[in-house]
C-alpha cells in the first residue's frame, strides 16, 4: 500500500467514524464516547498525514508510534461502544475490522522503521 493509498484509507475511517458517531442517543455517555472516539479516530490520519511529511526517520518514528496508539484506541473506542449497548455489533463490525487492521498496520510499520 503506498502512503497515498494510506492516507486517504485513514482519512476514509474517520469518515465513517464521524457517521457513526452522528446515530449515537445524545445521552452523556453516547456523547462522552462519541466525541473520544471522533477524537481518536481523526489522529489517525492528521498523524499519518503528519508522519509522511517528517523531515527526520526519528520524527517519522514518533508520529507513527502516535498513530499506531490512536488507532489502538478507536478500536477500544468501539468495542467499549458495542460492550456498553451504544451500537449494535454489526452496525460497529466493519470499524472494528478496519481499527484492529489499521492497529496491525501500524505496529507492522513502527517495527520496520525502527530496524
Known amino acids: 500500500m503506498t502512503p497515498k493509498e494510506l492516507k486517504d484509507r485513514t482519512k476514509r475511517f474517520a469518515v465513517a467514524v464521524i457517521s457513526l458517531c ?6 452523556l455517555d453516547g456523547r ?11 489522529s489517525v490520519a492528521a498523524n499519518y498525514r503528519a508522519a509522511c511529511r ?5 520524527e517519522f518514528i514518533a508520529k507513527l508510534g502516535t498513530v499506531l496508539e ?9 468495542e467499549l461502544m458495542v460492550d ?10 466493519r ?11 501500524f505496529t ?6 525502527k530496524n
Open 54 to 58: 517528517a523531515r527526520s526517520r526519528a
Open 95 to 105: 470499524l472494528l475490522k478496519e481499527a484492529d487492521e489499521l492497529t496491525a498496520i
Open 70 to 78: 490512536e488507532s489502538d484506541e478507536s478500536l477500544f473506542w468501539l
Open 22 to 27: 452522528r446515530e449515537l442517543p445524545p445521552t
Open 84 to 93: 456498553a449497548n451504544l451500537v449494535t455489533k454489526s452496525r460497529a463490525e
Open 32 to 42: 462522552r464516547l462519541g466525541g473520544q472516539l471522533i477524537d481518536a479516530a481523526t
Open 108 to 113: 507492522t510499520s513502527v517495527k520496520t522503521a
